[in-house]
């Protein structure tokens, strides 16, 4: 198994600039969710989704829009790009609850690294 | 959801037990104590979790209080390797889906 898989590894954008972070997992979880992270911090939950075509907010929103049109992939996407949302990019998956053994490991990918001009 | 706190940093040497205390005061019946530890930037790494009863793995133990108000990660002989940020969340187990908040966590140096 791949894992939990992330493209690109790095990305710089212009003010502006629409774009897609692409995560993809293969292990057949349901929950998948996306975090970013500022120097220094914790991880921020944006949005998350706990099956194909079912998709909430998370803390920070804001300037973001996800899909969920299958269980292995969750798209995230940049409108319009502003120097704020520099920050590092987190996808991660698990089981729902109660599935697998009982508890919900995450499991992450390696990370966008985003930079906005 | 359950807030929690951490101290910022610790220290401690190699080949003692590096003991990470965790404050979860409003924590609610059904939550769950987790601990993630995120190395050098990579993606975070799922470590342990509890409910009630102290739980021991490969990796590590977790203490939880009788009043489940605090927990204490416990890694028995911390090596260099274990030098990362080490995070105490507790998640919210909603109907349909959950939330998992993240806090600031705490930074681990492990010296030589």
Known sequence: NAGVTQTPKFQVLKTGQSMTLQCAQDMNHEYMSWYRQDPGMGLRLIHYSVGAGITDQGEVPNGYNVSRSTTEDFPLRLLSAAPSQTSVYFCASSYPTGVAGGHNEQFFGPGTRLTVL | ?112
């Open chain 2, 1 to 112: 959801d359950a807030k929690t706190t951490q101290p910022p940093s610790m220290d401690c040497a190699e080949g003692r037990a590096a003991n990470l205390p965790c404050n979860h005061s409003t924590i609610s019946g059904n939550e769950y104590v987790y601990w993630y530890r995120q190395i050098h930037s990579q993606g975070p790494q799922y470590i342990i979790h509890g409910l009630k009863n102290n739980e021991t793995n490969e990796m590590a133990s977790l203490i939880i209080t009788e009043d489940r108000k605090s927990s204490t990660l416990i890694l028995p002989h911390a090596t260099l390797r274990d030098t990362a940020v080490y995070y105490c969340i507790v998640r919210t187990r909603n109907t349909g889906g959950f939330k998992t908040i993240f806090g600031a966590g705490t930074r681990l140096f492990v010296k030589a």
